[in-house]
């Protein structure tokens, strides 16, 4: 090393980029839940006021059972439970960008996962959605902000919001999320979800995953992404659950305790998808600028779930 290498500065993103990389490996394991922990304590009057704004939220017994069960299993069917008129809102979206599939497949910003496209990146302006976006307001909705909320005992930061349709690769091999992997982007990661197409049968490439309880074994390891041998070496292929729904069917998961994978597609099959990512404040990642941008009159709840 000459002596310009050794007295050379580390640039500012190589450092945050380390940063970042220790606290992943860090929140893969339990002492996550620590540094979650002190994060919090550092900002209690923010906690205490979240909190009482979920308390704003209506209630209603079926969703205070939902919650109770995301907790226990790590997920729960809420198609009966959400808005159905925003439900349609957002599949009519939908459909409306895979008309224009070809067009919007030039767009996409991020293409690593060459098994799907994502269809709404041309909504984004600066990075980030409008609020009265159907997408967003879909996942603003009190039903889903209460039975995410109760469970993590804290209004939920909504993070994003996605569609993606997911095709055949044939030849070649799985890879990313079509493996079996935790989320990561914080210890409480639940992530609501609707099939906007039919999903009848494993060809159509279902969200497939294992509950809480039998996916235990595999929160304290630093694998990303696992295959089903790896997986079913720990559990055995009768824990997995695989979500065969009609369209329009929704369901929260608690990705960053429930192990899964999807997106196996086979010919002539396809599969599109909403889902919205909540994850419970102080994020343990340095926070990245805010996924929307204020459009007409919002709440103090709704500013505060969006981070505006």
Request: proline content about 6%.
């Amino acid at each position: 090393m000459t002596a310009i290498d050794a007295g050379a500065k580390t640039p500012k993103h190589a450092k945050i980029s380390q940063f970042r990389r220790l606290l992943w490996h860090v929140n893969r394991t339990d002492l996550g839940w620590a540094v979650k922990a002190a994060l919090t304590a550092l900002q209690l009057p923010a906690r205490a006021k979240r909190v009482a704004l979920l308390k704003q939220l209506p209630t209603r017994p079926e969703w205070t059972e939902a919650s109770r069960k995301l907790a226990e299993d790590g997920y729960v069917d809420v198609s009966r439970l959400v808005d159905r008129s925003l439900a349609e809102a957002v599949a009519s979206s939908a459909d409306a960008k895979v008309k224009r599939l070809n067009e919007l497949v030039g767009q996409q910003k991020e293409g690593h996962k060459s098994f799907w496209v994502s269809l709404l990146d041309e909504d984004l302006v600066g990075g980030a959605f409008a609020t009265d976006h159907p997408f967003v307001r879909y996942a603003l909705q009190p039903a889903a902000l209460r039975i995410v909320g109760d469970f993590m005992r804290d209004l939920p930061q909504l993070s994003d919001v996605l569609l993606t349709l997911s095709q055949p690769t044939p030849n070649q091999a799985l890879s990313y999320s079509q493996l079996w992997h935790l989320d990561h982007d914080d210890k409480r990661v639940c992530k609501l979800f609707i099939y906007l197409t039919d999903v009848q049968n494993t060809a159509d490439g279902p969200f497939t995953f294992i509950p809480a309880g039998p996916s235990k074994p595999f929160r304290n390891t630093l694998k990303s992404h696992m295959s089903d041998a790896q997986v079913f070496g720990k559990t055995g292929p009768d824990a997995v659950k695989e979500m065969i729904a009609p369209r329009l069917s929704a369901f929260i998961v608690n990705t960053a305790r429930c192990l899964h994978m999807g997106s196996r597609i086979q010919s002539d099959h396809s599969r599109l998808l909403y889902t919205a990512t909540y994850i419970q404040q102080p994020r343990i990642y340095p926070e990245p600028p805010t996924r929307f941008r204020a459009v007409g009159a919002l709440t103090e709840l709704e500013r505060t779930v969006m981070r505006l």
